[in-house]
């Protein structure tokens, strides 16, 4: 089983549309995926149609795999499953705070998932803490969206930095780029200025289109609406990008 992360410092660049486009490419590519939507918004738990449990259960999280095998509900697609959100993951970073080897926490209840999925994708918050060391530790990958504008670079940067000081392995990074406007000079700019900074960068790159803000509509990924669109091609690709990495 492997564990892809989707995960941004910062919010608004594409990572919860990341998430439940590669779910699903997952899923019919035969892996049998869970998604796990770690964002209190449930951003991702909307976009599937699945609604959270209805009692608080985030206190129980990190106790045992078991509980986490109580909330997962079938998805609309063959080999795709779902933990949705819950609004008390918003308190998760208290919560590890109070645990026991806090940063190993998530992947131990994650091996528990092994012998019945393929693939665990997480959704993130967009924030920094304890949470997401924790998501470092279980990750096999990380996959980062970077819209090619100052701040979303700078918000990179500071991804790195931290990574190095916390002597996180960077190898476990994957970074693409994210609602990319090629007719802004900013964007093909600050493209070829982070590629020849970071070999991190995925050759895949997800334009700005209404086809992924109409995902919310829908409450569905681009392929179920949109299949001939470059968005759709795009998540496509990238998938098979990421498929290759987590080989």
């Not at 939507?37 to 951003?43: E, T």
């Not at 608080?56 to 080999?79: T, V």
Request: hydrophobic share 40%; net charge positive; glycine share 4%.
């Amino acid at each position: 089983m492997k564990t892809l992360a989707i995960y941004s410092m910062k919010g608004g660049v594409g990572k919860t549309a990341t998430s439940v486009n590669l779910a699903y490419w997952a899923a019919r590519s035969g892996l049998k995926t869970l998604l796990i939507d770690l964002d209190p918004q449930g951003a991702s738990s909307f976009y599937f149609r699945i609604k959270p449990a209805k009692k608080n259960w985030g206190k129980r999280f990190f106790k045992a795999y078991e509980n986490l095998l109580k909330q997962i509900k079938a998805s609309d697609y063959e080999h795709l499953d779902i933990i949705p959100a819950h609004l008390s993951f918003r308190n998760f970073d208290v919560i590890l705070d109070g645990l026991n080897k806090r940063k190993g926490r998530l992947r131990k209840i994650l091996k528990g998932m092994k012998k019945e999925y393929d693939l665990v994708i997480l959704d993130c918050p967009p924030s920094i803490g304890h949470l997401s060391e924790a998501v470092f530790t279980a990750a096999d990958q990380l996959l980062v969206p970077v819209i090619p504008t100052t701040l979303s670079e700078r918000t990179f940067e500071q991804l790195l930095d931290f990574f190095r000081e916390e002597d996180y392995s960077k190898k476990k990074i994957l970074a693409f780029f994210s609602l990319v406007q090629n007719q802004k000079s900013m964007h093909k700019n600050t493209q070829e200025s982070l590629r020849s900074k970071h070999s991190l960068f995925l050759k895949s790159v997800i334009p700005f289109s209404a086809d992924v803000e109409n995902m919310g509509e829908h409450r569905a990924p681009v392929d179920q609406f949109a299949r001939n669109k470059p968005a759709n091609k795009a998540y496509y690709e990238l998938w098979k990008e990421v498929a290759r990495k987590l080989k």
